[in-house]
């Protein structure tokens, strides 16, 4: 019995191997296509404990998972933006409705007054709405970079080489081209059926 469990034991470790080595040749193929700054950088180590990570696919999964997140946020704030626009074009065109039907009504001595103070009025409005737009693009770039910050960790934890929680742009440029080369050796993956 303990003879059949080693060679069990052999076996599985034979084709985590055999996986391995493709997994590690299919990255170093897809390096190539990397602008060249970044191919140095990556180095022999980084793509083994990479292809290592990929053996089983689970990282493929939290990949996966990351990037939905990340759409359902983008989508979210973009709709956000969306309509906080549509609330100011509405304020602004309730405003010159009323301009309009207060200059209709106005006396002819009074016109100079009432324009000056609509003129205050359009410029409050419009302070008003470029204060709550530089809001609203803060709001977002925080979001954005927390959902970043989240994707670093989640793939530190999951023993991903090459990602953990930086802000260097370099760095985040290094994580964004692993992103995609885990994406497109599990496209190439799915095509050739060879995905766990």
Sequence with gaps: MDTYGLSDDQSDGARQQERHYYLLSELQSLVKDLPSSFQQRLSYTTLSDL????????VYEIVHGLLDIQHLTEKNLYNQRQKLHCEHRALKQDLLRKHRQALQMCKSHNVAVLKSNQRTETEALEQRV????RMMDEKIVAEMDQKVLDQQN???KAGVSGFYITTNPQELMMQMNLLELILKLQQKEMVSGTLP
């Design 51 to 58: 292809a290592q990570a990929l053996i089983d696919g689970t």
């Design 130 to 133: 470029r204060e709550e737009q």
């Design 154 to 156: 989640t793939l530190e």
